[in-house]
T-cell receptor, first 112, second 111 residues
Framework: DGGITQSPKYLFRKEGQNVTLSCEQN?????MYWYRQDPGQGLRLIYY???????QKGDIAEGYSVSREKKESFPLTVTSAQKNPTAFYLC???????????FGEGSRLTVL | GEDVEQSLFLSVREGDSSVINCTYT??????LYWYKQEPGAGLQLLTY?????DMKQDQRLTVLLNKKDKHLSLRIADTQTGDSAIYFC???????????FGKGTKLSVKP
């Protein structure tokens, strides 16, 4: 089945550790996105990529890093520089022409 | 302002119609969207409307667009308990078409 898969669904991290969230899509979409969701804050864009080997910062990129080595994959690393990393992270892929996005099920990161 | 704005909560009775409202900011947005999020899950695209349209209907969903007032609404007819979720309005903004989301409206449907 076509879709977008995020893993892990739940993740716990100690302060000072980096953690990488996986996002894979088989929809053949050029564009991929990472959003952060906090209660009452809506979705905020972290990074996006519209083509392999290229990506751009979103509104809240500090403390995060990404790579786009393959069209299907867009992993997000939450680094120790991110001061408040506990959140729900959503990956999406989409059609640039219409802006229509398809979301994964999300990864919930908790820092202990 | 620069934000996409929505009221945070809406409560209706099963069988009634629900109307969720949104104001957006960029008059040049090409598409406007409604997404639905169930608890602990990702967002699901419900519908979208092209900016040169006033209305779009899809089964129980009706989207109305008032470009002059930059106002978008989503009407759900015959609301069911399964419609309980958070509904996000979004606009495409800028040359790269990135989506700007509102903070979401939590719809509660009472039996």
């Amino acid at each position: 089945d076509g879709g977008i898969t995020q893993s892990p669904k739940y993740l716990f991290r100690k302060e000072g550790q980096n953690v990488t969230l996986s996002c894979e899509q088989n929809l053949n979409h050029d564009a991929m996105y990472w959003y952060r969701q906090d209660p009452g804050q809506g979705l905020r864009l972290i990074y996006y990529s519209q083509i392999v080997n290229d990506f751009q910062k979103g509104d809240i990129a500090e403390g995060y890093s990404v790579s786009r080595e393959k069209k299907e994959s867009f992993p997000l690393t939450v680094t120790s520089a991110q001061k408040n990393p506990t959140a729900f992270y959503l990956c999406a892929s989409g059609l640039i022409a219409t802006g229509e996005l398809f979301f994964g099920e999300g990864s919930r990161l908790t820092v202990l | 302002g620069e934000d996409v704005e929505q009221s945070l909560f809406l409560s209706v009775r099963e069988g009634d119609s629900s109307v969720i409202n949104c104001t957006y900011t960029d008059s040049s947005s090409t598409y406007l969207y409604w997404y639905k999020q169930e608890p602990g899950a990702g967002l699901q695209l419900l519908t979208y409307i092209f900016s040169n349209m006033d209305m779009k209907q899809d089964q129980r969903l009706t989207v109305l667009l008032n470009k002059k007032d930059k106002h978008l609404s989503l009407r759900i007819a015959d609301t069911q308990t399964g419609d309980s979720a958070i509904y996000f309005c979004a606009e495409s903004r800028g040359s790269q078409g990135n989506l700007i989301f509102g903070k979401g409206t939590k719809l509660s449907v009472k039996p």
